[in-house]
């Protein structure tokens, strides 16, 4: 019998890589897109199916969060065995300045796609995947932390996560739903959205380094984070639905690094070397050499990065470190690519696509370098 999945936040970088793991499994996969004024599935556009083709394995329907009659008629139409949870306004910064459409999204949205569930009566059939997130441990109260380490969120997008998450433990212990919370910290890839701090630094160094940015401007670069890589994070998504009886888990890697450290790494990618020098918000970053080929608009001396009030948050979390042992343990999982690669992977692509623009405005076609971040 085919599987058949239904996963939110399809157009995200976990829903695309989670959409085709399940292709590839052999799923049906169905999936929830908001209507956007432009094109917003470029992540997904290498899988997409005509619908005109006959029995197309990947389907997508327009739906929202925030709209329980979207949600219910598609859960009632796709009539899921697996439903992943991924949608959510996922920006922590961007939820001080939306905290009330991040509770409804994030915290809310979660409830209506359970509620929706029982109320078709398919609390028995369909399991049920939350993305919950280190976020909620936030103020951290033990390191590293465990499945039971205590909660203390520092953003509103973390406290309607924490919502979330406790809501998805009430539905299995209330209603005896196979529903499972995996408690990811950060993970990127190149398909990670350009405004969260890796992507940020991958992008914008190879923009700089082929001339078509001048300056990096960040926050609290001395924050720490244990850094996986995506497609390892989607696999265990995956895996927490296959188990005997739901559980949550910790997904991490057991590693830390800092911002400034993936600056480095992102840097020395290109062949340049930075030196910070400064203190708070006068601290820079200079470079010290370049090597190679890949930063023919660089010399030493450029002042390429600067801290700016602007990302800086209302309340920080400094520091995360996951022990991921419990997955390790039961479910045989281990992440097989470091910080550092995923870090390679994501600069030799975003240097590619510097490359194509520095070469398209060499020849007098100047298209613009979206900046906003
Ligand atoms: P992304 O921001 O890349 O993707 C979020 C997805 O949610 C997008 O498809 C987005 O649509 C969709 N979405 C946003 N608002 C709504 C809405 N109102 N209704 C329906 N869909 C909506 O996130 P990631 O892929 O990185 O993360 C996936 C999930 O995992 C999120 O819930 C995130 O909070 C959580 N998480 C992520 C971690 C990480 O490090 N990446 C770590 C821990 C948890 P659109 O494309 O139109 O914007
Ligand atoms: P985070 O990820 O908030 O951990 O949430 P993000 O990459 O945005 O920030 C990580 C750390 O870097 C610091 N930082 C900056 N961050 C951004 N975005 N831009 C900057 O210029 C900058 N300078 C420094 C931040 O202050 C922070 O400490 C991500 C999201 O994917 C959530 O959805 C998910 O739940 C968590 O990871 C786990």
Request: aromatic share 10%; proline share 5%; with cysteine.
């Amino acid at each position: 019998m085919t599987k058949v999945a239904l996963i939110t936040g399809i157009t995200g970088q976990d829903g695309s890589y989670l959409a085709e793991l399940l292709l590839e499994q052999g799923y049906e996969v169905h999936g929830i897109k908001r209507r956007a004024s432009s094109f917003n599935t470029q992540r997904i556009d290498h899988i997409y199916q005509d619908p005109h083709t006959p029995n197309p394995k990947l389907k997508l329907y327009y739906g929202d969060l925030t709209d329980s009659s979207n949600l219910t008629r598609i859960l009632q139409e796709v009539q899921p065995d697996e439903v992943y949870n991924l949608g959510a306004q996922s920006h922590v910064a961007v939820s001080f300045a939306s905290p009330e459409y991040t509770a409804d999204v994030d915290a809310m949205g979660t409830l209506r796609l359970l509620e929706a569930i029982r109320f078709l009566g398919m609390e028995k059939k369909t399991r049920f995947y939350q993305a919950s997130t280190s976020e909620l441990y936030g103020l951290v109260q033990e390191t590293p932390q465990t499945e039971t380490t205590p909660f203390h969120p520092r953003s509103p997008y973390a406290v309607a996560k924490l919502y979330a998450y406790w809501i998805t433990v009430n539905y299995r212990e209330a209603y005896g739903m196979y529903a499972c919370n995996g408690i990811l910290f950060n993970h990127e890839s190149p398909r990670r959205g350009e405004t969260f701090v890796t992507r940020k630094i991958t992008r914008g160094l190879a923009n700089i380094a082929q001339g078509l940015e001048s300056c990096l401007h960040m926050g609290n670069i001395d924050a720490l984070r244990d850094w996986g890589h995506a497609k390892d994070y989607v696999r265990m998504q995956w895996m927490m639905l296959q188990q005997d009886t739901p559980d949550d888990f910790v997904i991490a890697t057991g590693k830390q690094y800092s911002v400034r450290e993936f600056i480095g790494w992102s840097a020395k990618e290109l062949g340049v070397t930075l030196r910070f020098e400064g203190e708070g918000l006068d601290e820079v970053g200079i470079v010290e050499a370049v090597e190679g080929d890949d930063a023919p608009a660089l010399t030493v001396g450029d002042v390429i990065l600067r801290i700016d009030p602007r990302y800086f948050r209302p309340a920080e979390v400094e520091t995360l470190l996951g022990d991921p042992t419990k997955a390790k343990e039961k479910l045989g999982w281990v992440p097989q690519i470091t910080a550092q690669q995923m870090c390679s992977e994501m600069v030799v692509e975003d240097l590619k696509e510097a490359k194509r623009h520095a070469l398209l405005k060499q020849h007098g076609l100047d298209l613009p370098v979206s900046l906003e971040n």
